[in-house]
């Protein structure tokens, strides 16, 4: 087998470990993400400790969160900040954030450069912790970055761009190139910031229902938006709702899901029923 080694650590593909190793570039993440003393910062795949260190100069102590058993090793023993570091060698996935909110006066700033095989579950599943989150800093593909920010009648316009945007204000701040990295990925890559509204643009009373719907229109991308619809509205309804019921999943905003996301909950029992889940 043709295993790569980096840093005399054999670089695991299925973890997503491309390591950066631009120090321009790591240098100006640092500080996009402006770490202070005391927060309550947290990362997501440290790896080798490329950000690690550099944050650790700024702050007490950090948690970070690596599924790979020799990288853990190696942060244990060998990092010259193991005394700040508090390890989890776990999967990211299976983390519950609400038990790293220790102290409730602060919220959480977690960070990373994600692997981009979990890349969108993982920031999905932030998205329920959105409460105690108070941003987040992700070094990204830059084709999950486009879905991010999508708008309206873009092709990229999606599920992710709805609900990342309902809870966040994303801002793509910085472009990284493939040769940052070790190995050098095959795509181009970028930072990504997400901020907390002040206000939110948006609002439902349930997210479960809003998600049902995107979930519902997106399916069936192609379809006209009153027929992906028809098993929860009426095209009267959606026409009584302001929804044009020729447009598509893709020409309708994030207030006009949100509106008939509310409009549903308000109104229809038969959600109560499980099939419309499923
Ligand atoms: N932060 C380092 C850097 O920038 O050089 C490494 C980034 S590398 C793209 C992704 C890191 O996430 C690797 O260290 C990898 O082992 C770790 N990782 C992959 N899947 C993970 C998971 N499910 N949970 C936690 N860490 C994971």
């Not at 909110?101 to 095989?117: A, T």
């Not at 995107?214 to 098993?231: E, G, P």
């Amino acid at each position: 087998m043709n295993k790569k080694i980096y840093q005399g650590h054999y670089v695991r593909k299925r973890f997503g470990q491309n390591f950066l190793t631009d120090s321009l570039i790591i240098n100006k993440i640092i500080s996009i993400i402006s770490p202070k003393l005391n927060e309550e910062i947290i990362e997501i795949g440290p790896g080798l400790g490329a950000l690690t260190n550099q944050i650790c100069l700024y702050i007490k102590h950090m948690t970070v969160i690596e599924i790979d058993h020799d990288l853990v090793i190696r942060l244990k023993k060998y990092s010259p900040y193991k005394d700040k570091l508090i390890i989890y060698h776990q999967d990211v996935m299976t983390i519950n954030f609400f038990n790293l909110f220790i102290k409730k006066d602060k919220m959480l700033r977690i960070f990373g450069s994600l692997p981009y095989n979990i890349a969108i579950p993982l920031i999905l599943k932030l998205f329920t912790y959105n409460k105690i989150i108070y941003d987040m800093h992700f070094v990204l593909q830059k084709e999950i970055i486009n879905r991010l920010v999508a708008q309206p009648h873009n092709k990229n316009y999606g599920r992710l761009s709805i609900i990342a945007q309902y809870y966040y204000k994303i801002i793509p701040v910085l472009k990284i190139l493939p040769t940052s990295f070790t190995p050098i990925p095959k795509v181009d890559s970028g930072l990504v910031k997400f901020v907390k509204y002040d206000k939110m643009p948006n609002f439902v009373n349930n997210f479960d229902i809003l998600n049902l719907v995107i979930i519902n229109a997106f399916n069936q991308r192609r379809k006209i938006i009153c027929n992906s619809l028809s098993n929860l509205f009426t095209a009267k309804q959606l026409t009584n709702l302001g929804i044009d019921i020729s447009s598509r999943a893709e020409n309708i905003s994030i207030s006009q899901y949100c509106k008939l996301a509310n409009w549903l909950s308000d109104h229809s029992t038969l959600l109560k029923k499980k099939e419309y889940y499923d």
